[in-house]
């Protein structure tokens, strides 16, 4: 994507920047353009807000971690079979 | 009476129907629109998945809007719509093996973009605040295929860097990115429906979101 160099972004070019701004995937040059747009631009960063709030959510309610407990007692039990004694 | 309407106000294949080839909407809601339920149901039949089959059909009847003019009325409209139909999923899987191109996730950007408008419009800006989602939103994940539900999982919840999951996966960054794109958008989509379907309060909503000030 070609953005005039030290052009201020357009809504258009900020909103293309979405995904990968919210996952730190910008170099610095650009982030720091989205960022000044989104220091004067009210409707682009509610949308970023609205969309940092879905990330967040998905990382939260889809963590399933604590679900493996009965699983770790399962393997550690079958590695005690083949003689694994845990510490 | 408005004698024209646009199909999907909100859909991204809108910007490439031209405007002088816009029909009377009788027509084409009594010859066309008539097969959404058989169009919908090939579509289906094609994919093999919910929210594939939906946006084929969708597709399917933008581009039968867009090609309306081509249509010779008292000719078999259901065959017409089925061979657009086809033609559309051929040329999209094609095109999905190939590769997987920065337009697909520029044009995932711009649904999502379109996603939020609407979500906006319908006082919906908190919705993913809501502790209450949680249920959805596993049940959505569930719905994704499962390379969709891979990106999902290793960026978002593992937080690898987009080169980190394209090289765990095999596959390239572009991928990855457009995978990513339309996972999110699928499930952002079920969403929206999901509070559209409880009635969310909208009302409520709407007054306890403070809008913000331009500087």
Redesign the interface.
């Known amino acids: 994507m070609t953005i005039p160099e030290g052009a201020f972004m357009s809504c258009q070019h900020v909103v293309r920047q979405l995904w990968d701004y919210l996952d730190n995937e910008l170099d610095d040059d650009v982030r720091r353009r989205v960022r000044e747009h989104l220091d004067i631009c009210a409707h682009c960063r509610e949308h970023f807000t609205f969309e940092g709030a879905f990330l967040r959510a998905v990382a939260s309610h889809l963590d399933d971690a604590a679900d493996t407990a009965t699983l770790r007692a399962r393997i550690v039990g079958a590695l005690n079979l083949e003689g694994y004694r845990s510490s | 009476m408005e004698p024209f309407r646009a199909l999907a106000s909100s859909d991204r294949a809108m910007d490439h129907i031209d405007v002088s080839q816009l029909v009377p909407v009788a027509d084409f809601e009594t010859e066309a629109l008539e097969f959404l339920p058989n169009v919908a149901r090939y579509a289906r039949l094609l994919t093999r998945d919910q929210a594939d089959a939906d946006d084929l059909t969708q597709d399917t009847f933008l581009r039968a809007y867009e090609k309306w003019s081509t249509y010779r009325p008292g000719t078999d409209c259901r065959k017409w719509l089925f061979t657009i139909c086809r033609n559309l999923y051929l040329r999209n899987r094609d095109r999905a093996k190939r590769f997987v191109s920065e337009e697909d996730a520029?044009s995932e950007?711009?649904a999502?973009?379109e996603l939020?408008e609407r979500?906006?419009a319908n006082g919906l800006?908190?919705?993913?605040?809501h502790i209450d989602?949680?249920p959805a939103?596993?049940r959505s994940?569930g719905e994704l295929l499962p390379e969709y539900r891979e990106a999902?999982?290793l960026?978002?919840?593992e937080d690898y860097?987009?080169e980190e999951a394209a090289s765990t996966v095999g596959v390239p960054i572009g991928t990855i990115?457009s995978r990513?794109?339309r996972a999110?958008r699928r499930?952002?989509q079920s969403l929206l429906e999901h509070a559209r379907d409880l009635g969310f309060s909208l009302a409520a909503e709407t007054s306890s979101a403070h809008?913000?000030?331009?500087?």
């Open positions: 520029t950007l711009r999502t973009g939020y979500a906006a800006k908190n919705l993913f605040d989602i949680g939103l596993k994940i999902v999982l960026v978002d919840i860097t987009y990115r990513l794109f999110r499930l952002q809008e913000e000030v331009a500087s």
